[in-house]
């Protein structure tokens, strides 16, 4: 049962005056979308989201150019390409034509912003422009996407997708008290959205949700209940920094589940009385980008490759009564992406972006679930 649900920080509540772009580029820029939180408990008491806002061009063509901002050691640049030489059908980014593989460019970049709340959300304490996260490395130069934070004993661990022509890869930082952030690099070097560490330890291991990207997939047997596509993988460490892939499968897409067709991880796995809670995305197609929902399953606690539980149905599902009052900034629809829990009391604390736009916090009873 959903106790409460609303949303906790919109575009509206950014200062892009104290923005890490500003004054940096020659430029207009406004806040596409400020979603997408990894959530964490601070030692007093309160919540951290840790924001991803993806800072736009206002005007991205001009002069016959489509721009794009990159970061590099020497400032942030704008970087033109020709306008008859790409497909702009979506307006947040853009692909060269005529490459062998599909290339392509983003008018905005993204970066993390640590936004300190009231322990039960309900107001924001502190908005830490100074902690910042921004790109620092060749491999971030077009931004840093979607961190999910996992604290395992008195230590805070955060991923996050690093986007580049280099590589789009898996990247983590470390921390004493989910404020100030050392970036430990790269951990996993394949395309990969959702890396999740687990909020304990397994025996003496960190273990981790894993989704690798392909460009194509071998089908089940007719006769099975997975459905081929990206799957929820496992990997174990023991470190948190040198990460070996599991052996067997973790959560796949089930043929019983038409809207959960493509899948992929959302809040770092929790442990409860009945095991490892795990909140990880479904997407049920819809000719567009899809209808984004997200759905819980209970993981084994000693063995997390087992699922012993499955929900038929979604937990959350997109809200645009929340949204409704600041329509007028939406470009997408239909999407709840959840990045975050944390324990409540008799409830989960549950952090996701709604509609690509705004934080939404969402506490559930914990009878509903393990």
């Known amino acids: 049962m959903i106790l409460r649900d609303r949303l906790v920080f919109t575009p509206h509540d950014i200062d892009l005056g104290r923005s890490p772009l500003a004054g940096r580029i020659d430029a207009e820029t406004y806040v596409l979308g400020a979603f997408n939180p990894g959530l964490a408990r601070l030692a007093n008491g309160n919540l951290l989201l840790m924001v991803r806002v993806a800072e736009a061009l206002r005007t991205p063509v001009r002069d016959g150019h489509v721009h794009a901002i990159r970061w590099a050691a020497d400032g942030y640049h704008l970087d033109a390409w020709p306008i008859d030489a790409v497909d702009m059908s979506d307006p947040r980014s853009f692909r060269v034509q005529g490459q062998v593989w599909p290339v392509c460019g983003l008018t905005s970049l993204s970066w993390l912003l640590p936004v300190e709340l009231t322990a039960d959300g309900d107001a924001v304490v502190a908005v830490h422009y100074d902690r910042a996260i921004v790109p620092v490395a060749s491999y971030q130069c077009y931004g840093i996407e979607d961190a999910r934070i996992a604290q395992v004993g008195d230590r805070y661990w955060m991923t996050a997708c690093a986007v580049s022509p280099e590589r789009q890869c898996t990247i983590l930082y470390s921390s004493a008290d989910a404020l100030d952030w050392q970036l430990e690099g790269i951990v996993l070097d394949h395309q990969n959205k959702d890396m999740l560490i687990f909020q304990g330890l397994v025996g003496d291991r960190y273990w981790a949700q894993t989704r690798p990207l392909g460009d194509a997939y071998f089908t089940y047997p007719p006769d099975r209940p997975w459905r081929a596509g ?38 770092p796995p929790i442990l409860t009385d009945g095991g490892w809670l795990s909140l990880w995305h479904g997407v049920e197609p819809n000719g567009g980008v899809g209808v984004y929902h997200t759905f819980w399953s209970l993981l084994d606690r000693h063995e997390p490759w087992r699922t012993l539980d499955t929900g038929g149905s979604p937990l959350i599902t997109p809200a645009p009564a929340l949204t409704d009052p600041i329509k007028n900034l939406m470009y997408l629809d239909n999407i709840v992406f959840t990045t975050g829990i944390v324990d409540a009391g008799d409830a989960w604390l549950v952090a996701s972006g709604e509609a690509d736009l705004a934080c939404r916090l969402t506490l559930i009873d914990k009878k509903r679930l393990g």
């Open 230 to 267: 990206p799957s929820i993988n496992l990997a174990s460490s023991p470190d948190a920094l040198h990460w070996k892939p599991h052996e067997q499968p973790g959560i796949r897409p089930a043929v019983a589940l038409p809207a959960a067709v493509r899948i992929g991880g959302g809040a």
